[in-house]
């Protein structure tokens, strides 16, 4: 089973909809990230999580939220979808613990079309 | 701002040869890392780099870190076509928050 994954892995929606895109884990990471990735180009940090309570914005947060439901748990959420928000996303976690030098883990990867 | 800048972004290059893919970036570091990526699938970990002067290697694959010139090398020895794929660096920032600051990618071809 996978360590990290990712629902669902395909989506295709219209604009102003809102859509939810989910990650959970089974690493018993702490720490959990949103990336977003476009055509040719490196991946943007949107959000990320190093606890239950703590959510913090990335590079590229606006048009876009998350939540922590839990340890294993987190979701992003686009209220208002747009089509530049068209993209791959991707989940990643890590570890905080000595010696684990913060190494993250990605899922395998949300494709989103927005028409 | 940490930035960071992979070159070439692209490269074609014939088995057999060998070739180095440069990561370069712009704020103190001494955690790089190097990621691999096939064409629709996630990201895979290739190397951690956690100080300077660190060398890790892993079949065709040597990764190096230079701290002070805020370099890392990916080296490629006697291509084949299997290391097809696009590789990525990041640093982490290791200032308070720590995030992964990744380059634009290096997509590699490599020809029979």
């Known amino acids: 089973d996978a360590d990290v994954t990712q629902t669902p892995r395909n989506r295709i929606t219209k604009t102003g909809k809102r859509i939810m895109l989910e990650c959970s884990q089974t690493k018993g990471h702490d720490r959990m990230y949103w990336y977003r990735q476009d055509p040719g180009l490196g991946l943007q940090l949107i959000y990320y999580s190093f606890d239950v309570k703590d959510i913090n914005k990335g590079e590229i947060s606006d048009g876009y939220s998350v939540s922590r439901q839990a340890q294993a748990k987190f979701s992003l959420s686009l209220e208002s979808a747009i089509p530049n928000q068209t993209a791959l996303y991707f989940c990643?976690?890590?570890?905080?613990?000595?010696?684990?030098?913060?190494?993250?883990?990605f899922g395998p990867g949300t494709r989103l079309t927005v028409l | 701002e940490l930035k960071v800048e992979q070159n070439p972004l692209f490269l074609s290059m014939q088995e057999g040869k060998n070739y180095t893919i440069y990561c370069n970036y712009s704020?103190?570091?001494?955690?790089l890392y190097w990621y691999r990526q096939d064409p629709g699938k996630s990201l895979e970990s290739l190397f951690v780099?956690?100080?300077?002067?660190a060398v890790k290697q892993e079949g065709r694959l040597m990764a190096s870190l230079d701290t002070k010139a805020r370099l890392s090398t990916l080296h490629i020895t006697a291509a084949v076509h299997d290391l097809s794929a696009t590789y990525f660096c990041?640093?982490?920032?290791?200032?308070?928050?720590?995030?992964?600051?990744f380059g634009q990618g290096t997509r590699l071809t490599i020809n029979p």
């Open positions: 990643a976690t890590s570890d905080s613990r000595q010696g684990t030098y913060n190494e993250q883990f």
């Open positions: 704020t103190t570091s001494d955690r």
């Open positions: 780099l956690l100080s300077n002067g």
């Open positions: 990041a640093v982490d920032t290791f200032q308070g928050a720590q995030k992964l600051v």
